[in-house]
């Protein structure tokens, strides 16, 4: 069974700190994506990035960062100069061959002015 | 386009009665989901389709019923509505149902049962 854990529930930074936030996945498959959404206050579900098991490579866009290490089952997002508009709940999903979507719980990040 | 829209935003049940959400898209996507959205819970899957004519259930089907007559509708119907099923749900959709594919959200529907 796929499983993602966000063990962050909730996050509080001052603006322009660097953050981090967690997921670590565990599937039996080799082949399977990695995916992170952002909800925003407003509610909708924006997505961010996905990552096939693959391709190790980190991956930057602009002030995001994403690394991925399969040693340690982990797709952790950083958030490079916080600003307050980044404050939003961070979903990490898993999908394999043949399964639907898992989303994990969720991390709540607050960047304070 | 217009991607994934879901009607209403906001509906307040009383225990027993049935509706259903609405959710269409304009993108041609093959796969559509219903997800529903509980405090500290992430999404849960209910209901899945991989095309028109097909459904299939999620994680957390009971209480819930859908059908696709076409590709861009998937509406969700609730039989008799519990506050156990007081929630956010989000209508998603993608290309196809393979695993490579990311899915697209409408905006959500918030239901209270009372």
């Known amino acids: 069974a796929q499983k993602v854990t966000q063990a962050q529930t909730e996050i509080s930074v001052v603006e322009k700190e660097d953050v981090t936030l967690d997921c670590v996945y565990e599937?039996?498959?080799?082949?399977?994506?990695l995916f992170w959404y952002k909800q925003p206050p407003s509610g909708e579900l924006v997505f961010l990035i996905r990552?096939?098991?693959?391709?190790?490579q980190n991956e930057i866009s602009g002030r995001y960062s994403w690394n991925f290490q399969k040693s340690t089952s982990s797709f952790n997002f950083t958030i490079t100069a916080s600003q307050v508009v980044d404050s939003a709940v961070y979903f990490c999903?898993?999908?394999?061959?043949?399964?639907?979507?898992?989303f994990g719980p969720g991390t709540r990040l607050s960047v304070l002015p | 386009n217009a991607g994934v829209t879901q009607t209403p935003k906001f509906q307040v049940l009383k225990t027993g009665q049935s509706m259903t959400l609405q959710c269409a898209q304009d993108?041609?996507?093959?796969?559509m989901s219903w997800y529903r959205q509980d405090p500290g819970m992430g999404l849960r899957l209910i209901h899945y389709?991989?095309?028109?004519?097909?459904?299939d259930q999620g994680e957390v089907p009971n209480g819930y019923n859908v059908s696709r007559s076409t590709t861009e509708d998937f509406p969700l119907r609730l039989l008799s509505a519990a506050p156990s099923q007081t929630s956010v749900y989000f209508c998603?959709?993608?290309?196809?149902?393979?695993?490579?594919?990311?899915?697209?959200f409408g905006p959500g529907t918030r239901l209270t049962v009372t």
């Open positions: 998603a959709s993608s290309f196809s149902g393979w695993a490579s594919y990311e899915q697209y």
């Open positions: 599937t039996r498959d080799t082949t399977y994506y």
């Open positions: 990552r096939n098991s693959f391709d190790e």
């Open positions: 999903a898993l999908s394999v061959v043949g399964q639907n979507f898992v």
């Open positions: 993108m041609n996507h093959e796969y």
């Open positions: 389709s991989v095309g028109a004519g097909i459904t």
